[in-house]
């Protein structure tokens, strides 16, 4: 794949893996999604603190808490000409340790497998899909879902989702 991804350490405290684990979680997202023939591409991903994913939400999306998941695409509009060998930037996936961490407390699951989901969605708002309707949502889980089989890690929305044939149309929606 012609796909580099930079990992870089910010703050937090990460496990000792962790630029491992988020290049493979990076590049499993690629490897189902991204379209080689678009040429050679480059992405970061930044492992910080709620303290600065706190300060980033604040000014570039107006919310003033942290989150556990930023990313920051990079549009054709914004890239300039660039020659076939000549990487483009997808964007930078940016993730908060202390909230990262409590939610993986809270939902269960170990710090490791969480992260690995978090870059997983984070690459994929790099490469245009969201979940804003419901129809978004069902699309981008089912291929965190699918990215994630790959990797060993169980499927994050099971607990949300019903059974065939059961409707849950009374249940809250899961954060998104």
């Not at 914004?78 to 000549?86: M, S, T, Y």
Request: charged letters at 30%; proline letters at 6%.
């Amino acid at each position: 794949m012609a796909v580099d991804v930079v990992v870089s350490r910010e703050a937090g405290d990460w496990a000792e893996n962790a630029e491992w684990l988020c290049e493979r979680a990076a590049l499993a997202a690629l490897a189902v999604i991204y379209d080689e023939e678009e040429g050679p591409a480059e992405l970061s991903v930044v492992l910080a603190d709620d303290a600065l994913v706190h300060r980033l939400n604040r000014e570039y999306r107006g919310k003033d808490k942290p989150t556990n998941v930023l990313s920051f695409a990079l549009t054709e509009a914004e890239e300039p000409e660039l020659g076939e060998d000549v990487p483009v930037m997808l964007g930078d996936v940016i993730l908060a340790w202390e909230t990262v961490a409590r939610e993986a407390a809270e939902q269960g699951k170990t710090p490791s497998d969480h992260m690995t989901h978090l870059v997983v969605h984070g690459v994929l708002h790099l490469l245009g899909y969201d979940h804003e309707t419901d129809d978004e949502a069902e699309e981008m889980e089912q291929l965190e879902t699918d990215v994630l089989a790959t990797l060993g890690i169980a499927d994050p929305y099971a607990a949300t989702r019903s059974p065939p044939g059961e409707s849950n149309l009374d249940e809250q929606p899961p954060d998104r």
